[in-house]
T-cell receptor
């Protein structure tokens, strides 16, 4: 599990600021995902990537941007943070689709004031 | 539509009592189902998957296609089982998991 890391672990920012959350994995997994975890909603998929330079929207993509220039990195950017984006963000990776185990990072707790 | 339903937000049991966390799914094909556990302020980790048919930490889960269920069971709950449990379905072309909203299990001494 230590093969997938997130930074920062905690972040406080203000409304309107741009924030980038980093995700790095050392397994060369093809698939990477960003989820947000909120009380009453569980985990919701924001964006995913099937490979470098291939990304697509999940369930709640509005207000977020991703890129994946390298297989091991999958940063998530909040272009103009809003209070509704206060959440815990989890990055995950998976070798391929289907039956492979999905591994999660430790999470980033983001507070937007 | 693909969906995972965990009807209980909170389940509270006493140590040594049996526990069952319910999970129902909606999926048109052959589902691949998982249970993930999240201990307090930690990352999610895989607990078990239905294709493995294994028992992890005393937990088991059986896929019932007729009832579209994948309930998680343990005969004797322990305090260290207190955590958030998520049922998940792998079935999309995206390769991602579809999660239920989770059930918080509290095991009292």
């Amino acid at each position: 599990d230590a093969g997938i890391t997130q930074s920062p672990r905690y972040k406080i920012t203000e409304t309107g600021r741009q924030v980038t959350l980093m995700c790095h994995q050392t397994w060369s997994h093809s698939y990477m995902f960003w989820y947000r975890q909120d009380l009453g909603h569980g985990l919701r998929l924001i964006y995913y990537s099937a490979a470098a330079d291939i990304t697509d929207k999940g369930e709640v993509p509005d207000g977020y941007v991703v890129s994946r220039s390298k297989t091991e990195n999958f940063p998530l950017t909040l272009e103009s943070a809003t209070r509704s984006q206060t959440s815990v963000y989890f990055c995950a990776s998976r070798l391929t689709g289907g039956l492979d185990t999905q591994y999660f990072g430790p999470g980033t707790r983001l507070t937007v004031l | 539509a693909q969906r995972v339903t965990q009807p209980e937000k909170l389940l509270s049991v006493f140590k040594g009592a049996p526990v069952e966390l319910k999970c129902n799914y909606s999926y048109s094909g052959s589902p691949e189902l998982f249970w993930y556990v999240q201990y307090s302020r930690q990352r999610l980790q895989l607990l078990l998957r239905h294709i493995s048919r294994e028992s992890i930490k005393g937990f088991t889960a059986d896929l019932n296609k007729g009832e579209t269920s994948f309930h998680l069971k343990k005969p004797f709950a322990q305090e260290e089982d207190s955590a958030m449990y998520y049922c998940a379905l792998s079935g999309g072309s995206q390769g991602n998991l579809i999660f239920g909203k989770g059930t918080k299990l509290s095991v009292k001494p």
